[in-house]
């Protein structure tokens, strides 16, 4: 028997000594890889940013330091009138600062993040990113709220409700080229909305957005009821303010009708009587800056009013002072009208507690006319998939660019016109108001947007751009 004891020993130690080599040769061939290899615990926990070449001069001058923003937020463990009088659709630093112009690209760019994929931001393709620049994909996931479910839609832009039965637009997501953005997250947006107000201000763009916001979070709420109106529905619709308040949160999300930013003015009419004209006083910021200017998040944004026919016209409608200017190219006028905005942000809004969003111009897509001329959308059921089938980036955009740049304030330019462009196929067109059919002659609203819908999307851009600067306070705590 001693024999075979003696053989059972050694086999025993041979086998731990092959065990023994073979785990040591794992180990030496792992650290070989890791010396080799560009990955780093801290590129496994961390989101960098970097300047990006793709980013556009212009919009790299626009924003301020990561160190700026990351003071501002961090996550913590009535209706508008839809026609104006004749029938339209009423779309309603010294130098660089020492801010610094870094601030662009932390909002519109991001580089690699090879791990935690919660966070979403993995970098592809480049080393940087424009999560403005991109394109739609389609996408098998449910809407954040579900067609027809949120009872704070204007009918306008209730779609669903409103009869349209052919929900493709709803499935298409934006994809930045060369990353993803983080899912939206409605409780840890609220988390970094918590106590604080967020005010958009602006035309019924805006408040396309703002509605947006509002359904989107309200999703996710576990009892809906506590989101609650701050006023009566009768008091926004004469006034042009909306508010709601969470009240677990003890955050208000707000919109202030102002179209041109500007004071519109009214004046006796030229040929006498009691009727009086309407004007617009340029060098007047609108008297409606009380309400917001101390609100801990702004987004604003102007636009298709200046298309419309009087401004466009520009006789006998623009004013400064008492000077009424009898002809004024609506590219002046629109340029005097930002200064005016910048200069009021730059003094009256405080840097250190108020974060400046401007949202971009929103495209529209009348075939055929314009809305007063037979303009129609409706049958559109894809995006448009190419490049040069796009309408010229807008004037305006070029204007508000090189505003902003010149600006002490650092404001985050949420350029949505081109991820718009695209979506020929997410209007209301025909599907305004309850019960609509399609006939001859009638209006089509080519410019707000279905809800659900891409406004969804801009918030989640603006999500993305909460989140980023939250990451970055917490990597600065």
Not at 60 to 84: C, G, K, R
Not at 418 to 440: E, L
Not at 454 to 476: C, E, G, K
Request: charged share 20%; net charge positive.
């Amino acid at each position: 028997m001693a024999p075979l004891k003696k053989l059972s020993f050694l086999s025993i130690l041979q086998r731990r000594r092959t065990h023994f080599m073979f785990t040591t040769f794992l180990a030496l061939f792992s650290l070989l890889i890791l010396r080799n290899s560009s990955i780093t615990p801290k590129s496994l926990t961390s989101i960098t940013y970097s300047t990006s070449p793709s980013v556009s001069s212009a919009t790299f001058h626009l924003l301020s330091a990561t160190n700026y923003i990351s003071s501002l937020s961090s996550i913590n463990t009535n209706h508008e009138n839809t026609h104006d009088q004749n029938g339209s659709i009423l779309v309603d630093p010294p130098g660089p600062t020492k801010y610094g112009s870094q601030f662009a690209n932390n909002f519109t760019s991001v580089q690699r993040n090879t791990g935690e994929k919660d966070r979403r931001f993995d970098k592809t393709k480049k080393d940087s990113c424009d999560i403005f620049d991109g394109k739609w994909v389609l996408d098998d996931s449910d809407p954040i709220y579900s067609p027809g479910s949120c009872p704070f839609l204007d009918y306008t832009f209730n779609c669903f409700n409103n009869g349209r039965s052919d929900l493709g637009y709803l499935s298409y997501k934006w994809q930045p080229n060369g990353c993803d953005i983080p899912r939206f997250d409605g409780r840890k947006m609220l988390d970094m909305l918590r106590g604080k107000r967020m005010v958009f201000v602006g035309d019924s763009l805006n408040r396309n957005m703002w509605q947006s916001l509002i359904c989107s979070l309200r999703m996710s709420l576990v009892d809906k009821k506590r989101m609650v109106e701050v006023s009566q529905v009768r008091k926004f619709r004469t006034e042009g303010f909306y508010s709601f308040k969470v009240k677990d949160y003890n955050c208000t999300i707000e919109f202030i009708r102002s179209p041109f930013l500007v004071q519109e003015w009214k004046v006796p009419s030229i040929k006498g009587g009691a009727k009086r004209r309407e004007m617009l006083r340029l060098d007047l910021i609108q008297a409606t800056t009380s309400k917001y200017h101390d609100a801990d998040f702004l987004i604003f944004n102007t636009g298709h009013w200046w298309t419309h026919h009087k401004t466009r016209n520009g006789k006998n409608f623009f004013l400064e002072g008492n000077f009424v200017h009898s002809e004024l190219n609506v590219t002046e006028a629109y340029t005097k009208a930002l200064k005016t905005w910048a200069k009021w942000v730059d003094k009256n809004v405080n840097k250190k507690k108020t974060q400046v969003f401007f949202a971009g111009y929103s495209a529209s897509h009348f075939r055929g006319g314009q809305w007063n001329s037979g303009g129609n959308c409706d049958g559109e059921t894809e995006p448009i998939r190419n490049d040069t089938h796009l309408a010229p980036y807008p004037w305006m955009m070029k204007i508000l660019e090189s505003m902003i740049s010149e600006m002490k304030t650092p404001v985050v330019y949420l350029n949505i016109t081109k991820m718009t462009g695209y979506r020929k196929d997410a209007h209301p067109s025909i599907y305004r108001q309850p019960g609509t059919r399609r006939r001859h002659g009638m209006i089509q609203d080519c410019s707000h947007w279905c809800l659900p819908g891409v406004p969804d999307s801009w918030n989640h851009l603006l999500y993305a751009s909460l989140f980023m600067s939250s990451q970055s306070s917490i990597r600065t705590q």
